[in-house]
């Protein structure tokens, strides 16, 4: 079999940080997981993007309404909760004013992510 070699230089930190994962990750060296990424690469069975990350920054006026809606949340104030989906949507398309609705202390710290492990376990 015909075989070429890749050289791609690189920093030393670099490499052994990749190696380390690479073992992690189940591979038996840096160069079985560059071949296997260039295999998928090839056969269009990965597609790699590119993103620039910005990071968001609240404004002096919106951190205040943020900083306010956490202190009603934590009150159970200024809640609102829609009956159905049709009224949800009323209530997000503002064609109809929302409730208020008094959250009890037990509901405001309820971890529905725990409920929902819980009831799968």
Request: aromatic share 6%; hydrophobic share 35%.
């Amino acid at each position: 079999m015909n075989r070429v070699v890749l050289q791609v230089p690189l920093s030393p930190s670099l490499r052994k940080n990749a190696e380390k994962q690479a073992q992690v990750q189940g591979f038996s060296s840096l160069q079985d997981a560059v071949r296997m990424y260039l295999h998928k690469l090839a056969s269009k069975a990965i597609q790699v993007r590119f993103q620039e990350q910005i990071p968001v920054r609240l404004s002096p006026a919106a951190a205040k309404r943020y900083d306010k809606m956490d202190e009603d949340y934590k009150k159970g104030e200024n809640i609102f909760v829609a009956e159905n989906v049709d009224d949800l949507m009323d209530q997000l398309n503002g064609t109809k004013s929302p409730v208020p609705y008094k959250v009890s202390k037990e509901l405001q710290r309820k971890s529905f992510t725990k409920s929902l492990v819980s009831s799968r376990i």
